[in-house]
Nanobody, 122 residues
Framework: QVQLVESGGGLVQAGGSLRLSCAAS????????MGWFRQAPGKEREFVSA????????SYTDSVKGRFTISRDNAKNTVYLQMNGLKPEDTANYYC???????????????WGQGTQVTVSS
């Protein structure tokens, strides 16, 4: 079992930055691929970024490439999402997820956090 708790969301102006954190419980965190997804009101949950168990492989959706960076610290059981150059269209509830492989498909993930809200004002 893995429990995930996101933090770091908030209200920021366009062009600003936020760093999201996802703290995981459980000794097996380092064996899981981790992903970040987001869901805006009235829209489906969409993939944002993923990272392999050792941090050696990362992936991003096209709309955040060059602006967002995913990383993890297995000693701290935490995965991060550094978000720079935020745009109003990045406004959403952001979720982290844990799965056996770092997939772009939400159905590949076994465990989910409760989410943290990111609001970007224009």
């Amino acid at each position: 079992q893995v429990q995930l708790v996101e933090s770091g969301g908030g209200l920021v102006q366009a062009g600003g930055s936020l760093r999201l954190s996802c703290a995981a419980s459980g000794r097996t965190f380092s064996t899981y691929g981790m992903g970040w997804f987001r869901q805006a009101p009235g829209k489906e949950r969409e993939f944002v970024s993923a990272i392999s168990w050792d941090g050696g492989s990362t992936s991003y959706t096209d709309s955040v490439k060059g602006r967002f960076t995913i990383s993890r610290d297995n000693a701290k059981n935490t995965v991060y999402l550094q978000m720079n150059g935020l745009k109003p269209e990045d406004t959403a509830n952001y979720y982290c997820a844990a799965g056996r492989l770092p997939s772009m498909t939400r159905f590949s993930y076994e465990y989910w956090g409760q989410g943290t809200q990111v609001t970007v004002s224009s």
